[in-house]
């Protein structure tokens, strides 16, 4: 289940429900049980930037942050894997300097953030190759133009 967090102005240039085809893909290619839920908040470059200082030490806006949370909530015995957070105005400005739709770059943020709450890293090269596969790979299942697009 997706748990969407994002502001009203955000709202109306996002399709939530390719979001949601996005999770559910991600769950199946990933082999994670597909009921489990996900929060996902588009935010802005200074909310972002202050996640990053608190959590990774980088005072920079980023384009997005992943939080693995894995539990199992005992009373409803939902299956939580953690937050994502994109930052809208980042993505906006790399869909535009990479001449691709707004919304194509938040459904491979949001995927690139789900694989590193999978346990994915692209910080050595025999990783970075296997999370972009995967990357990519997901991205085309769900018609998303985007490849090759983890840095390494």
Do not use: C
């Amino acid at each position: 289940m997706l748990n969407l967090i994002l502001p009203a102005s955000y709202a109306k240039e996002i399709d939530q429900n390719r979001l949601g085809l996005a999770l559910r893909e991600t769950l199946r290619h990933q082999n994670i049980n597909e009921e489990a839920s996900v929060t996902l908040r588009l935010t802005n470059n200074r909310l972002i930037r202050q996640y990053n200082l608190a959590w990774l030490g980088v005072d920079a806006a980023t384009d997005v942050l992943s939080f693995e949370n894995a539990y199992t909530d005992p009373e409803s015995g939902e299956h939580y894997l953690g937050d994502i957070l994109i930052s809208f105005e980042k993505a906006r400005r790399q869909a535009r300097l990479g001449n691709h739709s707004l919304q194509d770059e938040i459904e491979m943020l949001f995927v690139h953030g789900l694989l590193h709450i999978a346990g994915h890293d692209h910080d050595k090269k025999e990783t970075w190759e296997r999370m972009n596969l995967a990357q990519d790979a997901i991205l085309e299942k769900i018609g998303n133009p985007l490849r090759g697009s983890i840095q390494y």
